[in-house]
C-alpha cells in the first residue's frame, strides 16, 4: 500500500484506514492485508450533507480525494467486501470499475434481509458488473430461493414493525434473486453469516444486523471479523453505537484486538434519530469500552458529521480516557483534527 498515510500493524494483520467521515467525506473504508489475502472494505464515499460546515465545492472535492485513496487501494486488493448498499459504502461499478474487476467480491446477500431501497440499489450494483463485463444482466437472476425469515429473536407490539417486516417478506418471496457466480472475470459471494479461510486467515461475516435500533428502517447490515496469527480486528460497518444491546454483548464477547466502531449519527438527532437511541448507543459504547482493551478502537463514521459530536457523546470519550484506552477517530490516527471540527475555526 503506497499511499495510505498510516497503517496498524496487528501481527499478521496490517489494516490501513482509508477514509472516515472525520476527514470530511461520508465513508468507512478500509485495506487490510495478512500473508494470505489482502481485502478491500467497503470502497465507497459520498459527499456530507448540506448541513455540514463546508461549502458545496469543497464537499465535493473531498468525496472525489477520498473515492481516489479507495482507488489505489483498490491496486492492491484481491478480495472486496460489502456490507451494504449505500453509497457511502460501495460506489458504481460504472463510475469505478477497477474497485472490482478481477477480484473476489463478497457482498450484502441482495435477496434477504435487506429493504426495498437497498434491494433496488443491489440489483443496479449487479446491473453494473454484468455492463463492464458486457454481459447481459438477466443473465444473473433467477426466481426465488429458499427463504428462512424469521423475526422471533425480535419480538415487537408495533402493528407497523409487523406490516413492515410482512412487506419485506414479500417482496423476498415474489422478486426475482441475483444469483451467486462469475461476472466476467470476477467471483460474486453473499457475505452472510458465511465465512472462510485462506492459509492462517478466518474471514467471518455475521447474519445480518439491524442499521441502528431494532426494525430500523434503513435495514441490515454485515459486520466482519478477520483473524490471523492469534490477533483479531472487528469491523462493526453501521450499527450507530451500537444502539442494541445485544450487539455490544456480541463485541465484548469477541474482545478484538482492533475494533473499527461506528458512532451514533447525532447530526440526526430530533429527526430520523432519537435521544432515546443516543442514550442507548452511549450506554452500549461505554459497556464495550469496559468489556474489552483493544490496542486501538477508531470510533468513527456517522459520528464526525456532526460539529457537537464530542459534547453529545462526552460521556464515551471520558470513560476512554480513564481506561486508559487508545479511542480516537481516523483524522487523529494520522495526527489530524475532524474536519468538522477544524471548520469551525476558520483560517
Known sequence: MKKAPKS?????????PLWFDSMGAKSSSLL???PDI????????????????LPPDERKRLREEALGVIKEAAKEADTVFISHYHYDHHTHPLEAPELYR?????IKDPNRFINRSQWDRARVFVKELSEISGEEFEAHLGPPGSLEASFDSWPTRR???????????SLWRGGEWVREGRIGDMRVRFADGREFRKGGTRVLFTEPLFHGGEYDRVGWVVALLIECGGKKLL???????PVIEAYASWIVREFPDVLILDGPPTYLLGYLFGQRDLQRAIANTKAIIEGTAPEVIIYDHHLPRDPKFRERTQEVWELAKKRGRKFLTCAELFGEEPVVLSTLQGP
Open 8 to 16: 496498524i500493524s496487528l501481527g499478521d494483520i496490517l489494516i490501513y
Open 32 to 34: 487490510v492485508e495478512t
Open 38 to 53: 489482502r481485502l478491500l472494505v467497503d470502497p465507497g464515499a459520498s459527499e456530507m450533507q448540506p448541513s455540514f460546515p
Open 102 to 106: 478481477g477480484k473476489e467480491l463478497w
Open 159 to 169: 402493528k407497523k414493525d409487523k406490516k413492515w417486516a410482512e412487506d419485506l417478506v
Open 235 to 241: 469491523y462493526s460497518s453501521d450499527l450507530q453505537g
